[in-house]
Nanobody, 128 residues
Framework: QVQLVESGGGLVLAGGSLRLSCALS????????MGWFRQAPGKEREFVAA????????DYTDSVKGRFTASRDNVKNTMYLQLNSLKLEDTAVYYC?????????????????????WGQGTQVTVSS
């Protein structure tokens, strides 16, 4: 049973930084492509970033390009999202997601239904 656990959220001032982590258990981490999504109150869940099983490709939504960095450590079975230059509009619950890829190094895409496993979410609140 694959499980994902996020951590690292919190309250930060605009312009500040946070690093989110997502630990996968119950599966072979380097067989999974991973993604980050977020959901603000009253809004739909939106794509933030995705990373292939071997980090050969990373995709970002336009609003976070140049500010957020997705990465993974296949030894520690953990994915990260570095959030820099945070803005008020980045306030949301951040979710990590995973989908099995085997040996294929392809991105899963930006649609939530493309992902099989989800974490419980971690709150990021940016204040002025």
């Amino acid at each position: 049973q694959v499980q994902l656990v996020e951590s690292g959220g919190g309250l930060v001032l605009a312009g500040g930084s946070l690093r989110l982590s997502c630990a996968l258990s119950g599966g072979t981490f380097n067989s999974y492509a991973m993604g980050w999504f977020r959901q603000a109150p009253g809004k739909e869940r939106e794509f933030v970033a995705a990373i292939t099983r071997d980090s050969s490709a990373i995709d970002y939504t336009d609003s976070v390009k140049g500010r957020f960095t997705a990465s993974r450590d296949n030894v520690k079975n953990t994915m990260y999202l570095q959030l820099n230059s945070l803005k008020l509009e980045d306030t949301a619950v951040y979710y990590c997601a995973a989908v099995w890829r085997g040996m294929s190094a392809t991105l899963p895409g930006r649609i939530p239904s493309n992902y099989r496993y989800w974490g419980q979410g971690t709150q990021v609140t940016v204040s002025s």
